[in-house]
């Protein structure tokens, strides 16, 4: 069975920073993808990062590129979003999902809240 625990989540003000964790397992042997997102009050969930769990590709929503860099330690399952320049608009729960399916993200974690202080 596998399980994705986020952590990392508070309070910054405006051009802070924080990084968020997303310990992962069970069967990890069999992820393709990790990537984060968000969904903000009212709204849908989007996507904002992910990188391959082998290799070095990375993608980014064009919302947080220069600004966030998500990076992975395959040893300890872990995967790492860390968030800089923060913005009021970047306020939502964040979500670490992992995909073994190319088509949709198969598993999801229980989300971590980001506030961001004007």
């Known amino acids: 069975q596998v399980q994705l625990v986020e952590s990392g989540g508070g309070l910054v003000q405006a051009g802070g920073s924080l990084r968020l964790s997303c310990a992962a397992s069970?069967?990890?042997?069999?992820?393709?993808?990790m990537g984060w997102f968000r969904q903000a009050p009212g709204k849908e969930r989007e996507f904002v990062a992910a990188?391959?769990?082998?290799?070095?590709?990375?993608y980014y929503a064009d919302s947080v590129r220069g600004r966030f860099t998500i990076s992975r330690d395959n040893a300890k399952r872990m995967v790492y979003l860390q968030m800089n320049s923060l913005k009021p608009e970047d306020t939502a729960v964040y979500y670490c999902?992992?995909?073994?399916?190319?088509?949709?993200?198969?598993?999801w974690g229980q989300g971590t809240q980001v506030t961001v202080s004007v």
């Open positions: 069970g069967r990890t042997f069999s992820f393709t993808t």
């Open positions: 999902g992992a995909r073994i399916d190319p088509s949709k993200y198969d598993y």
């Open positions: 990188i391959r769990w082998s290799g070095e590709n990375t």
